[in-house]
């Protein structure tokens, strides 16, 4: 069992991107979960967005830009807390290999 921060992680596959968000089909339960770039900005303490044609999500640290994950691309992702004061659960997304 994989774990994000004491609690369980999801794997999935990354479905797209709409402004804001990252679409992320769960393996099991096979659920669409949304990932909005906010709460990745916070968590990794770097810029996030998406590529113009929407295919890859791509983070900016100290200036240097690094894709995160594309379409169709393997990721883990974990529910990290509940956003209140927009009635969202805050998600955590890790590419195929980073370490959660």
Do not use: N
């Amino acid at each position: 069992e994989h774990l994000v921060r004491g609690r369980r992680s999801f794997s999935g596959t990354v479905m797209g991107s709409s402004p804001g968000k990252i679409h992320v089909l769960l393996d099991e339960p096979p659920v669409e979960v949304k990932v909005y770039f906010y709460h990745l900005e916070h968590q990794r303490r770097s810029r996030v967005s998406a590529t113009d044609d929407g295919v890859a999500v791509v983070e900016e640290h100290d200036g240097k830009q690094t894709t995160l994950c594309r379409v169709g691309d393997g990721v883990r992702v974990g529910v990290v807390d509940k956003d209140s004061r927009r009635d969202r659960w805050v998600m955590s997304l890790h590419p195929k290999g980073e370490p959660c």
